[in-house]
Nanobody
Framework: QVHLVESGGGLVQAGGSLRLSCAAS????????MGWFRQAPGKDREFVGA???????YYADSMKGRFTLSRDNAKNTVYLQMNSLKPEDTAVYHC?????????????????????WGQGTLVTVSS
């Protein structure tokens, strides 16, 4: 069973940057698709993007340009670099992993359908 732990969230001013990390344990996820979702208070869960084991990335249209995914398979870790942050980016960011999904199918999957889902890290962007 894969366990995911996110880190790197915090308080940042608008226009700033943060890099989130998601460390996987329990087994290697080098061949798995890993991704990020976010959920703002009072809003629905939103897909951010996902990355394949070989490093191909896919982003939700609204996330393109400011967010960048990367991974280090040797460390079993995926990263989300977030630049030019806006107050509307305030949310809990969750990491996800699945060994069957493509990045495109991960976008429409529910947490219960994914092999692993992290507890999340809070990102707060002040204006």
């Amino acid at each position: 069973q894969v366990h995911l732990v996110e880190s790197g969230g915090g308080l940042v001013q608008a226009g700033g940057s943060l890099r989130l990390s998601c460390a996987a344990s329990g087994r290697t996820t080098s061949g798995w698709t890993m991704g990020w979702f976010r959920q703002a208070p009072g809003k629905d869960r939103e897909f951010v993007g996902a990355i394949t084991g070989s490093g191909s990335t896919y982003y939700a249209d609204s996330m393109k340009g400011r967010f960048t995914l990367s991974r280090d398979n040797a460390k079993n870790t995926v990263y989300l670099q977030m630049n030019s942050l806006k107050p509307e980016d305030t949310a809990v960011y969750h990491c996800a992993a699945d060994n069957r999904a493509t990045p495109q199918t991960m976008e429409i999957m529910l947490p219960v359908d994914l092999e692993a889902w992290g507890q999340g890290t809070l990102v707060t962007v002040s204006s």
